[in-house]
């Protein structure tokens, strides 16, 4: 009988199987349906199967030139086919309406969790030069490209090693959160790096993507153990002080689904609607 996994979110045992996916069967997995958060959660052993840098391995089969390759063919991709350049507007856009409907006083120094090939931070700086950005990646080979192609700090690690980083006025984690299987420390790392006033963009796959692909997607590979929605982000968010400002979901130019949240700390906004 397979293992009903706990809801990272609300911490309930009462799962129900939703489905089993079709891609990667080799990994012994099913997922559960949390029906008060909106979750999918991953039955898999995920330290048995994957191990604790295993979810970040995405780089560890490519050399320099491949990661290159990839940045490079990513940065190429004109705005309408583009889920990074549409990212990053998105990001821009918000930032701009939410400093001035809520009077949140933001800064312009940014902080990108997972950054991958830097293409986030590179489309970020291309953008808007105002801002100053820092990356986080825990594969080696990725972070020494980030530095050359990017020209910014990546720093290289997971977050569990990443001390001391100072605060920033806006902290991003672009298809993330699923891969990590504790959520809530996520978002506790995120407050204690996140400047007063900040915001938090989180950006993952949408529950939605199963009605629409099926159980064969890619979204239900192995490394994902979490499949969220805008409802769920908001509760995990809520549960650490946290409120959604906007939030929703997105069809993006790829055609993958996206579930977003922009969040800031309740206390902040207190403060400054005094």
């Not at 991953?42 to 990661?67: H, M, W």
């Not at 030069?129 to 990725?142: F, H, M, T, V």
Request: with cysteine.
């Amino acid at each position: 009988m397979d293992k009903i996994p706990e809801c990272p979110v609300c911490k309930s045992l009462t799962l129900k199987f939703a489905f089993t996916p079709a891609i990667q069967p080799e990994f012994s997995r099913s997922y559960y349906l949390c029906s008060d958060c909106d979750l999918l959660v991953s039955n898999l052993d995920f330290e048995g199967v994957l191990g604790k840098r295993a979810s970040f391995g995405y780089y560890e089969s490519l050399d320099t030139e491949n990661i290159a390759a990839k940045f490079e063919r990513v940065m190429a991709l004109s705005p309408e086919r583009s889920d990074n350049w549409t990212r990053v507007r998105r990001i821009l856009q918000t930032v701009s309406d939410v400093r001035t409907s809520f009077g949140l006083v933001l800064g312009n120094k940014a902080l990108d969790i997972g950054s991958g090939t830097g293409v986030f931070a590179a489309r970020l700086l291309k953008e808007d030069p105002q801002w100053s950005i820092d990356c986080i990646e825990p594969d080696a080979r990725a972070c020494k490209h980030i530095s050359e192609a990017v020209g910014v700090k990546a720093i290289c690690g997971i977050l569990e090693d990443c001390k001391d980083l100072g605060k920033y006025d806006l902290i991003c984690m672009n298809r993330v959160l699923e891969h990590l299987p504790k959520p809530d420390r996520t978002i506790e790392f995120l407050d204690a790096n996140l400047a007063i006033g900040g915001l938090i963009y989180i950006e993952v796959p949408d529950i939605v993507c199963y009605d629409k692909f099926g159980p064969s997607a890619s979204e239900f590979g192995v490394e994902h153990l979490t499949i969220w929605s805008p409802r769920s982000l908001g509760i995990l968010l809520k549960n650490s002080g946290f409120i959604d400002l906007v939030s929703g979901r997105f069809l993006e130019p790829s055609g993958k689904i996206s579930a977003v949240v922009f969040a800031a700390r309740v206390k902040d906004l207190r403060v400054m609607t005094r």
